[in-house]
């Protein structure tokens, strides 16, 4: 099918002005032509669409969603949209669980150690904070992330904590199929993990979450709780975002 940029517009509900803007960064371009002369956008242009808006969803800023695309097959790229969001529904679902825990307790249960255990096992804001004012104090992340981070109370550290977990499980659950560090899927994941980083904490490029991957390896700390998804995972998780 094609459609004028009118009719896409009305259908996507996307205003013709952000389409023209689109069209004029060379990011969803109308590939086609009427007989009349106007411009038209065919299937291939309203599944890049598709995928520009997804890549929005998840932070991602259209200079990057461009190199996304580029580096990726439409296929390959449609592939990696559906490990997201995958993990996004994990993320939700222990979210919701989460909630349900807490629900149960306001209405009076008694608290339980396991309620405590799935709600904060394996996350501590403060565990590495002195260490990281001495070590990045001064940069500019560092900065930004405390900047964030001072107005959040529990319910934002229950959605970070839920949010990571869900990209770690995600990660291991790759590992263990044996995927490899360059599937798509496990591409996926990796552009997740630096778009969690970013929402919270601070803006992640590709560099910095090379840094952090150099770290879970080389700090046994940081390796010790990431393995507690699954022996390897650290290795595992530092080798994918190194094929970037």
């Known amino acids: 099918m094609a459609f004028t940029v009118g009719e896409l517009a009305k259908l996507t509900g996307i205003t013709v002005r952000t389409l023209h803007h689109y069209d004029q960064i060379g990011l969803v371009q109308p590939s086609d032509r009427s007989d009349a002369g106007y411009r038209l956008y065919g299937d291939a242009d309203v599944l890049r669409l598709q995928q520009v808006l997804l890549y929005r969803e998840l932070g991602l800023p259209l200079d990057q969603i461009a190199g996304v ?33 807490a629900l149960a ?3 009076g249960r008694p608290m339980q150690p396991d309620d405590v255990k799935t709600m904060f ?22 900065k930004e992330s405390a900047r964030r981070t001072k107005s959040y109370g529990k319910a934002e550290w229950d959605a970070i904590k839920a949010e990571g977990d869900a990209v770690y499980r995600r990660f291991a659950e790759l590992m263990n199929e044996g995927a490899s560090p360059a ?11 630096r778009a969690h980083i970013t929402r919270w904490f ?43």
């Open 69 to 101: 695309l580029a580096a990726h097959s439409p296929r390959e790229a449609l592939a990696k949209h559906r490990e997201t969001l995958v993990a996004k529904r994990v993320q939700l679902d222990a979210m919701l669980a989460a909630l349900d825990t």
């Open 105 to 107: 307790i306001e209405e």
């Open 121 to 142: 096992d394996g996350f501590d804001p403060e565990k590495y904070a002195d260490e990281a004012r001495e070590r990045w104090g001064s940069t500019d992340a560092y």
């Open 183 to 193: 599937d798509a899927r496990v591409r996926g994941v990796v552009e997740a993990h």
């Open 202 to 244: 601070y803006p992640c490029t590709v560099e910095i979450q090379k840094g952090l991957a150099a770290m879970y390896v080389a700090d046994p700390r940081f390796t010790e709780n990431i393995d507690k998804y699954g022996a390897g995972l650290a290795q595992f998780i530092h080798d994918a975002v190194l094929v970037l």
